[in-house]
């Protein structure tokens, strides 16, 4: 596909590209330099606590906002209509309950780590696996962010496969390790913007190409893209009202409740009514991003329409699709390939500069502080730095795995990514709704939700992959291809997405279950298993955790602990 690369980008687009990555680092070098210089913890993992609601609201959307929606979602859209939009409901719910039940309860303790909860609610033992199982999703998340926008970019205008993997992951990891959360999140405003603008400049030039809004509108209502609301209460069928507007409440629970990455954001906030606050605004740049990146697939089907030529052409997914149409709609417009490409880039670099920040403050404050009680501040501080650049190298080598594995693994990696975020909402909900559970109860239930994650997700993935895709396979390794890779594919825990033959009964009507109640799922499997309180070894695992904590519990009784805890708290350790 070279050939086509060749035609796309002028000096002015490279320029675009370019900037991009600069302002990035100036802004990581303005942080790194100003204020209080990233000198203490507080500052390069909390931004001293000090940031408003306007940045942080930018900031969250673009956490979880990766190249994968840009390209995922039109090319859902395209291929299936605007179901998919549906899920736009759950963002009522999925921000509301963060905003009035995780934030107070997280913001109240004063925590710096989501994970520090999960020990003064349970025990240690369950804060451990709290935060490996959230190294474990981010890792193999942040590998495909920084992976994705590049593989899809190469195939379709030649744009060098390992420059620009190398470029934003390597830009990302400096900024990061200087500027520290600050800097992620006015990198993050900063990039939003770049993504909306992106975005926009492909829809209106699509919409001009077609010849205007009218027959943009007729083109579509022809084509029956815009769906009706399918209220069809299947769930193995993949998109349906439920499944969306339901089954992806969870979904947005498990990132914008308790996901650190966002945890922290709210942790960062100046007030706990500013953290609120940044919750309510992020629900309209929720929905102008989702918006935007559907009304891109519209656009495209009004240009294209269903004509299989397109398909026909050496296109193995349809990402690669979607990037095909959008640099066909740009060519004639010096600067706005360049524009979209710095898009797709800033959607990665946002998310993948928060996964580094994110893990480089649960791995300091939940697994080295607790062992260095009489660490100096500005040891760790230094420690928080070379965390995060340890973890940006690590991004570039989960993309190199990939690489080397053909990209259905793409796949199953993200599906990781999403199985594993239903059990942290699981076991998050088991402390905080249930003041009778227990950390024997905690950990069972953690290990139960994680074994049906996998179960059901690989599962899932194997019994559902098409013939023709395994077929697909054999011929050639990087096809699989995000073959399904759309929006829907990727956005949590995808198994191949087809359409079911015949009507699944038993397991395999598990295995059949539709990818977005993954999430309300595994995090139900966790609270179940976690109230039938096994009592075995439970003297053993809380004996130990109740001695250290009744040391710790005296100095945490000066921070604010909410009554609801005390009250469990104290239950536990009577127990
Ligand atoms: O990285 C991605 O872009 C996909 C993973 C997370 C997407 C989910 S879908 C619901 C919520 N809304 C968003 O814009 N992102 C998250
Ligand atoms: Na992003």
Redesign the pocket.
């Known amino acids: 596909m070279d050939v086509i690369g060749q035609k796309y980008f002028t000096t002015v687009d490279f320029v675009l590209f370019a900037l991009l990555l600069v302002a990035s680092m100036v802004i990581g070098l303005y942080y790194a330099l100003s204020g209080g210089r990233q000198r203490t913890t507080q500052e390069f993992l909390l931004a001293d606590r000090s940031m408003k609601c306007l940045p942080l609201s930018l900031s969250l959307?673009a956490s979880?906002?990766?190249?994968?929606?840009?390209v995922?979602t039109p090319a859902e859209v395209y291929a299936n209509g605007t179901q998919y939009w549906f899920?736009g409901c759950?963002?009522i719910l999925?921000l509301l309950i963060p905003a009035h039940i995780f934030i107070p309860v997280f913001y109240r303790l004063q925590l710096n780590s989501a994970y520090q909860y999960l020990e003064l609610r349970f025990c240690k033992t369950v804060r451990i696996c709290g935060t490996i199982t959230f190294i474990f999703q981010m890792v193999i998340?942040m590998g495909v962010?920084v992976y994705t926008p590049a593989l899809a970019l190469n195939a379709v205008t030649g744009f060098h496969l390992w420059g620009a993997v190398l470029a934003t992951g390597l830009i990302c990891t400096v900024y990061t390790t200087l500027g520290g959360l600050k800097a992620v999140i006015w990198t993050d405003v900063f990039q939003t913007l770049v993504m909306f603008a992106g975005q926009l400049a492909v829809i209106i030039v699509g919409v001009q190409q077609v010849g205007g809004l009218s027959d943009f509108w007729r083109k579509i209502r022809e084509g029956d893209r815009i769906s009706s609301i399918d209220l069809n209460p299947d769930p193995t069928v993949r998109h349906t009202f439920w499944t969306l507007a339901l089954g992806?409440v969870f979904?947005?629970l498990s990132?914008y409740g308790v996901n650190q990455a966002q945890v922290q954001r709210y942790l960062s906030s100046r007030t706990e009514k500013e953290a609120i606050m940044s919750c309510y605004m992020a629900f309209p740049c929720?929905q102008i991003?989702?918006g935007l990146s559907c009304l891109m697939g519209l656009v495209m089907f009004a240009c294209y329409g269903d004509n299989s030529t397109l398909n026909e052409q050496f296109f193995t997914s349809k990402d690669q699709m979607v990037l095909y149409f959008v640099m066909d709609m740009l060519q004639n417009f010096p600067g706005l390939p360049g524009l979209f490409v710095a898009c797709l880039f800033s959607?990665s670099l946002s998310?993948i500069s928060s996964a580094f920040n994110s893990l480089a403050t649960v791995t300091m404050e939940d697994l080295i502080k607790p062992h260095c009680p009489s660490m100096t501040e500005a040891r760790a501080t230094l420690l928080s730095k070379i965390l995060a650049f340890l973890y940006g190298l690590v991004c570039l080598a989960m993309a190199y795995v990939f690489h080397l594995m053909n990209s259905s693994v793409l796949q199953a990696a993200?599906s990781i990514?999403g199985m594993v975020g239903g059990p942290l909402l699981g076991l998050f909900c088991l402390g905080i709704f249930f003041p009778w559970a227990n950390s024997t109860g905690a950990v069972m239930g953690l290990f139960a939700g994680l074994v049906m994650a996998f179960w059901v997700g690989i599962g899932g993935f194997v019994t559902q992959m098409p013939s023709s895709i395994i077929m697909h396979s054999q011929n050639c390794t990087d096809t699989v291809a995000t073959e399904n890779m759309t929006?829907a594919t990727?956005?949590?825990i995808l198994t191949a997405v087809t359409d079911k033959p015949s009507k699944p009964v038993g397991l395999h009507g598990l295995y059949s279950l539709s990818y977005m109640w993954y999430s309300a799922l595994n995090s139900s499997v966790v609270v179940l298993f976690g109230l039938l309180q096994i009592p075995i070894c439970h003297d053993q695992m809380n004996g130990v955790a109740n001695k250290e904590r009744n040391t710790e519990m005296e100095e945490e009784r000066e921070t604010f602990l909410p009554l609801s805890q005390i009250s469990c708290l104290e239950q536990e350790t009577a127990v």
Do not use: R
């Open positions: 959307m979880f906002q990766s190249a994968v929606a840009i995922g899920i759950s963002y999925g998340y962010g992806g979904l947005m990132l929720l991003a989702l959607a998310t993200l990514f929006m990727v956005t949590a």
